[in-house]
């Protein structure tokens, strides 16, 4: 018996892979089965950072890339264990379809894209196990957190050049934004629907065996949050215990959302100095925190309208020396032309925070612009087309692409000192981008 089992599984295995169709293989009795599935997405892309400082070295014009934008594969299933209740798991891994998988080496990325995870090493995208039942799911693992999913399906332009995460979510301009994350070591709870309203909730241990959250926590190969790979220099943005939670309200056309997430302890040390000895102790160790409510709208004209607002804090010793503090908003437009063609258009803005941390009150304000065209073959494929556009004030440096596109930008280029990769971030540059790609989920 258990011979023809997996004999059966190997046929369904076969026939999905001709097929080119979810695969669902037969598990032991009581499980429902196991599902295989996956989404490829690659492009084709042209980018400048706009750099035109005396001080910058290296080729700092147009460049071509071809960048894998968040694939992934995974299996997830469930097993049922009485009373109306079931064990539900999922397994996913990003896969670097046009790259070479593993770590970010110190000397070809910037110092707060640094990390020592492999992302195509097993389970280092969403991965759980859970029990879900009517009173919903209480689930432990890894996820993307409520505050990231509540307005995910906003960003018409998710994992591209002209994602919303260059500006939303994302405190300081780097290519992380810390409140659109990933968190590891978590326990949350998803709600059922109660008519159109639901609500979900995490809690992420902080695991950190340093009082002010600069070592990795245990278990982790990077620091929580980005910002560096460990060791005692987790300076850039890491934090003990994350809390978030959103409300959703869905009816219809209509689609809105309030979610709020906190980062405990958040260590940024090592903005402080930088030859200004003024600023010594100005930004330090404290929480940080983020809300924002969004609303979206399908109009009878097949018109797609969403709204975000959002409100980033930290609690700086000196608020002169905050650059962590703003207010953000992203307004997004898809117009249907055809059954099988999208036109959209998003722009992000970035408020002006309290000051730099290295000299103060500074216009950092900046503006991004996306405009998109998108083909459907079907429900599982279609080919895209992005320009977008990140216009940085004076001391801003904003990037293109942050959380998701898989050739980064980023703010910081070689500079005048020999030898030394990222060791300058030039404000107040313009970048631009314009990327082609297909897509494709099973």
């Known amino acids: ?51 035109t400082d005396p001080a910058a070295v290296g080729k700092l014009g147009w460049q071509p890339d071809v960048s894998s934008n968040l694939s992934y594969v995974g ?34 990325a910037s110092p ?17 196990l859970g029990m879900a039942g009517s009173f919903g799911a209480l689930k432990l693992g890894k996820t993307d957190a409520p505050y990231k999913l ?30 659109d994350t990933r968190l590891s070591h978590s326990v949350w709870y998803e709600s059922p629907k109660w008519g159109g309203l639901s609500f979900n909730a995490l809690v992420s241990p902080g695991q950190n065996r340093a009082g002010d959250n600069s070592l990795n926590a245990s278990g982790e190969p990077d620091c929580t949050g980005g910002g560096g790979v460990g060791g005692d220099f987790c300076n850039d943005g890491s934090f003990g215990n994350a809390f978030s939670v959103d409300g959703v309200y869905e009816n219809g056309p209509l689609y809105a959302i309030v ?23 100005s930004v330090g160790v404290a929480d940080e925190a983020a809300a924002k409510v969004g609303v979206q709208y399908m109009f009878p004209t097949n018109t797609i309208v969403s709204v975000i607002f959002e409100r980033l804090t930290r609690k700086a010793p000196d608020p002169n020396f905050n650059e ?48 998109g065209y998108k083909h459907h073959f079907d429900k599982q494929s279609n080919w895209y087309a992005v320009y977008a556009r990140q216009a940085n004030h004076t001391g801003a440096h904003y990037d293109l692409g942050a959380s998701g596109h898989g050739i980064t930008t980023d703010c910081k280029d070689a500079s005048a000192v020999p030898g030394v990769s990222g060791s300058a971030c030039f404000t107040g540059t313009t970048l ?8 494709y989920s099973f």
């Open 324 to 371: 962590r503090q703003h207010n953000a908003s992203w307004l997004a437009l898809t117009q249907k032309i055809t059954g099988q063609d999208d036109v959209n258009l998003g722009w992000a803005h970035a408020g002006k925070t309290p000051g730099d941390p290295i000299v103060g009150p500074i216009d950092n304000a900046a503006n991004m612009y996306s405009v």
């Open 1 to 51: 018996m258990e011979k023809r089992k997996i004999q059966r599984s190997l046929i369904a295995l076969g026939v999905s892979a001709a097929l080119s169709t979810p695969l669902q293989v037969a598990a032991a009795d009581g499980d429902t089965g196991i599902q295989f599935y996956g989404h490829l997405d690659l492009s084709v892309d042209y980018i400048t950072k706009g750099i």
């Open 75 to 108: 299996f997830r299933g469930d097993h049922d264990v009485g009373g109306g209740n079931k064990l539900v798991f999922q397994v996913e891994t990003q896969i670097d379809v046009s790259a070479t998988p593993g770590p970010s080496p110190v000397n070809q």
């Open 259 to 281: 979610a709020y997430e906190l980062h405990k302890n958040t260590n940024r040390t090592s903005d402080e100095g930088g030859g200004n000895l003024a600023t010594a102790g």
């Open 432 to 439: 631009q981008a314009v990327s082609v790609g297909w897509m």
């Open 112 to 128: 707060g894209n640094q990390d020592n995870k492999v992302q195509g090493a097993l389970a280092s995208r969403n991965s759980f």
């Open 150 to 179: 509540s307005t995910a399906r906003m960003d018409p332009f998710s994992a591209t050049v002209g994602d919303y995460n260059s500006i939303m979510g994302n405190s300081g301009g780097d290519n992380r934004a810390e409140f």
